[in-house]
């Protein structure tokens, strides 16, 4: 040996970004047990479609208004620049997302056009409201920390049969989350191939790690009020 003193190499930006996020997940994962678990889990499915499409219809605004944004400072900012582009991709790999909770809810004799006229739940709103206070307030690289969280935690298989057996829906109730359960885990790497790629400054990588936090902590609430329905 020659003595040297082996050092292992820094962690990448995603990898702290996702220790963070990990600190809380616990929260968010007990949330979703609870929803699976619930004994009127077949009366609540619907009301879970609801908050999940009521989440899902805000990802592409969100995402439209944080490229408009980062667009505006791209020339004198080089992470609002590649955070542009970045939104720009995934803007397509996201759209009509939300029409897919509405196909579940079909399946399962619902309507979409009730759903539609329901009002969102202030949880909900404050998932997607607290992402647009920091785009236009602050930087339009907040909505990372959203999109880590909402895209690096795909539903396992195992969770996805739990819950139709809870259910007793068919499986075409469950194409979002199937679909996601796969979707997801290729958009997780690119995600966090991209951020390890950025020239974050210590208050970018704050941002992100507060808006990734807070939607844990805002996702977790609104699953919880799905459980409470019943």
């Not at 619930?38 to 990802?59: G, K």
């Not at 592409?60 to 490229?67: G, Q, S």
């Not at 709103?125 to 920091?134: E, I, K, M, P, T």
């Not at 208050?203 to 507060?210: G, P, R």
Request: hydrophobic fraction near 45%; charged fraction near 25%; aromatic fraction near 6%.
């Amino acid at each position: 040996m020659s003595g040297a003193i082996a050092r292992s190499r820094p962690a990448s930006e995603s990898e702290r970004l996702r220790g963070k996020i990990s600190l809380v997940l616990p929260v968010l994962v007990e949330a979703g047990r609870r929803l699976v678990e619930h004994p009127r889990a077949t009366e609540i499915y619907p009301e879970y479609l609801f908050v999940s499409h009521c989440i899902i219809r805000a990802s592409v605004p969100l995402m439209v208004t944080a490229r408009d944004q980062a667009s505006k400072a791209a020339e004198e900012d080089p992470v609002a620049a590649s955070v542009a582009v970045y939104y720009e991709q995934h803007i397509d790999e996201e759209l009509n997302h939300d029409e897919w909770l509405l196909d579940d809810l079909e399946a399962i004799g619902g309507d979409r056009s009730t759903f539609l006229l329901r009002p969102p739940p202030p949880v909900v709103a404050a998932v997607a409201g607290a992402q647009y206070y920091w785009i236009h307030h602050y930087h339009p690289v907040a909505l990372l920390g959203y999109i880590a969280v909402l895209e690096g935690y795909p539903p396992s298989n195992a969770l996805i049969d739990a819950l139709r057996r809870n259910t007793g829906h068919s499986e075409s109730a469950f194409r979002t989350l199937i679909a996601h359960s796969e979707l997801d885990l290729h958009h997780r790497d690119e995600f966090d191939e991209m951020l390890d790629e950025l020239p974050l400054t210590p208050e970018h990588a704050s941002i992100i790690a507060l808006s990734a936090l807070s939607t844990v902590k805002l996702l977790a609430r609104a699953f919880d009020s799905v459980a409470a329905t019943a």
